[in-house]
């Protein structure tokens, strides 16, 4: 089991860095939100806690704030983008 763990892992980290390589880390970040679904699954499966409010509370604040960033990081490098094409444009 610990050696399937391992590995899996090792497949998520080379996954990952291979994201990177095509997007910013900005444009991946929403995506990591998806692992608190999946740690609240398997805790409940596994253990049977489902989170209190408090913690959806926080999950919610945490994922609004990481959407907004990244929402934020892309009109910025869409608007260095059109600046930039109309630059080139004027030459």
Not at 21 to 35: D, G, K, V, W
Not at 37 to 63: C, D, N, R
Request: glycine share 6%; charged share 10%.
């Amino acid at each position: 089991m610990m050696a399937a763990m391992g590995f899996f892992a090792a497949v998520g980290h080379f996954m990952i860095i291979q994201a990177c390589e095509y997007a910013t880390a900005s444009q991946l970040s929403p995506f990591n939100y998806f692992e608190i679904i999946g740690a609240v699954v398997i805790s409940y499966l596994v253990f049977g806690y489902w989170p209190t409010i408090e913690v959806w509370v926080g999950v919610l604040v945490v994922s609004l704030s990481g959407f907004y960033i990244s929402w934020r990081e892309m009109r910025m490098v869409a608007k260095a983008t059109l600046v930039d094409n109309f630059r080139a444009d004027k030459l």
